[in-house]
């Protein structure tokens, strides 16, 4: 039976940490602040944005939600995101998808300022990632670098097999693993022998959007799974892993609910805290 790799105790293990750094930043008189941008009237982005403004508040950090309507023009959101990005009071922007519709996304995006992208969504953040630079890089990613690192798994000359390419964790995670010296193979909808090559991984990453769709015969014996899906079938809420029997063939294996998801919150507020220490030191 494969080790479970606990989202929970990662983000715990993270929380003591950033506490540390938060109060650093305000031995130097900083105050963090957030701003979500909520467009739109999408109950999950509501409802994701005010657990947010929790999170934040737990850390005592302020944290604000700016509101626009569904009929809100792009030249008005744009405005707003502009105007966050200039202002000083503000630490990081989180904006909240899908925008309404008739909003270009990739717009809005553009006119985040890259040190305050605590998603990690802009092309400047994308472009430091595959350059090895330091930046705000997405927080699904870094929560698997994270729970990789707590658990003392070493992707040093490792096989790394990521199921999915993505801009928003396929790719990005595939760069954070070469980084760390892996050796990395992306699979996506039009690889040939797909079963063949994930069996090789030693460390395997599901991230291709469909319901268990990774099942044992897909895993070597001994092999570490990283389940990023997130999936609702028959009211229960599962991975992209066919868990059960995979966890008894892995050697360690994320849980979901319980593994990635759980950290990646954690990550936002890191993502804050770096930026915050960034514009802190760009002040001194």
């Known amino acids: 039976m494969a080790d479970i790799l606990d989202g929970k105790e990662t983000a715990a293990s993270l929380e003591k940490v950033l506490r540390g750094r938060l109060e650093a930043l305000r031995a130097k008189h900083y105050e963090p602040k957030l701003a979500i941008v909520l467009a739109g009237s999408s109950k999950p982005s509501a409802m994701y944005a005010s657990f947010m403004q ?32 200039h202002d000083r009071e503000i630490t990081g922007i989180l904006m909240m998808m899908p925008l309404p519709k008739g909003i270009n996304a990739e717009k809005m995006i553009a006119l985040i300022n890259p040190d305050k992208d605590v ?7 994308a472009g430091r990632l595959f350059a090895g630079k330091e930046g705000l890089f997405g927080c699904t990613p870094r929560a698997v670098m994270a729970i990789l690192d707590h658990y003392g798994i070493n992707p040093d ?4 097999v990521i199921i999915g ?28 022998n797909l ?7 030693d460390i395997l990453v599901a991230a291709l959007g469909h319901a ?16 990023v899906g997130i999936n609702r079938v028959n009211g229960k809420t599962v991975g992209d892993v066919d868990y059960g029997p995979v966890s008894e063939t892995a050697g ?3 849980p979901v609910p319980g593994g990635v998801g759980s950290v990646t919150t954690t990550m936002v507020v890191e993502n804050i805290i770096a930026a915050g220490e960034k514009q802190a030191a760009e002040k001194a």
């Open 212 to 227: 268990e769709a990774v099942t044992a015969d897909m895993v070597k014996p001994g092999a570490v799974v990283i389940d």
């Open 165 to 192: 390419r993505s801009n928003v964790i396929g790719k990005p995670v595939s760069l954070m693993l070469l980084k760390k010296n892996a050796t990395v193979i992306i699979c996506h909808s039009h690889t040939k």
């Open 252 to 254: 360690a294996i994320t």
């Open 157 to 160: 000359g490792k096989k790394a």
């Open 195 to 201: 079963k063949e090559i994930a069996k090789s991984a």
């Open 119 to 125: 998603d990690g969504l802009t092309d400047t953040n």
């Open 54 to 85: 929790k999170v934040a508040k737990s850390y005592d950090m302020e944290a604000e939600i700016f509101r626009e309507s569904d009929d809100v023009t792009e030249e008005e959101l744009g405005n707003l995101i502009s105007d966050l990005s």
